[in-house]
């Protein structure tokens, strides 16, 4: 079972700034938070990953609370393709990995123009 | 650089028969993932193979299903005696160590069994 918690679905305008929450309350102290999204049954993408501290990169940025049990994805300019579903994963770093990715049902994100 | 490579792109296969999917991975990744995804349902991960090594086939159901990554080629997932219910599309992913940096997937092959 996936370990994390996200709303089912979410709309938002064009250019605005997209908020996807995710809940992770029973994180581990050796596992970081994973997000990626599907665009319309097209392979997974990665998004953006991180621990603890804040993360920002080309696409997203990532917000972690401070008792790490609830993150926070941000798109800074929603375009409509950005429309997708959005996963939240959280998995451990380093030898307890196994490779594996558990997906829940994520957040259907419909951008509108 | 190519990305995760996965033919076919579309894969029609009669109950009974073998289908055989194949994933060529990133250049200069050793790790692939195969992940199943049902229509309307999430995705959920089979099998983790590195060159000639199964890693992790927990996800893997216990009769018809098998992969191999060889050392020459692509990673092959293969269902043998295929029914109705193996209908999904097939996602392949790879990474050049155990995907802490994030995994490369690909664009999947769609099966349907008839």
């Known amino acids: 079972d996936a370990k994390t918690t996200q709303p089912p679905s979410m709309d938002c305008a064009e250019g605005r700034a997209a908020n996807l929450p995710c809940n992770h309350s029973?994180?581990?102290?050796?596992?970081?938070v994973y997000w990626y999204r599907q665009i319309h049954s097209q392979g997974p993408q990665y998004i953006i990953h991180?621990?603890?501290n804040n993360e920002t990169n080309e696409m997203a940025s990532l917000i972690i609370t401070e008792d790490r049990k609830s993150s926070t994805l941000i798109l800074p300019h929603a375009t409509l393709r950005d429309t997708a579903v959005y996963y939240c994963?959280?998995?451990?770093?380093?030898?307890?990995?196994?490779?594996?990715?558990?997906f829940g049902q994520g957040t259907t994100l419909q951008v509108k123009p | 650089n190519a990305g995760v490579m996965q033919n076919p792109r579309h894969l029609v296969r009669r109950r009974g028969q073998e289908a055989r999917l194949r994933c060529s991975p990133m250049?200069?990744?050793?790790?692939v993932y195969w992940y199943r995804q049902l229509p309307e349902e999430g995705l959920k991960f089979m099998v983790y193979?590195?060159?000639?090594?199964?890693?992790?086939e927990s996800g893997m159901p216990k009769e018809r299903f098998s992969a191999e990554f060889p050392k020459e080629g692509p990673s092959i997932l293969r269902i043998q005696q295929v029914v109705r219910g193996d209908s999904a599309a097939y996602f392949c992913?790879?990474?050049?160590?155990?995907?802490?940096?994030?995994?490369?997937f690909g664009s999947g092959t769609r099966l349907t069994v008839v």
């Open positions: 992913a790879s990474s050049p160590t155990t995907g802490e940096d994030g995994y490369t």
């Open positions: 029973t994180i581990s102290g050796n596992e970081y």
């Open positions: 991180g621990l603890k």
């Open positions: 994963i959280v998995r451990p770093y380093g030898s307890s990995n196994t490779g594996k990715l558990i």
């Open positions: 250049k200069g990744h050793s790790h």
């Open positions: 193979l590195q060159k000639e090594n199964i890693i992790d």
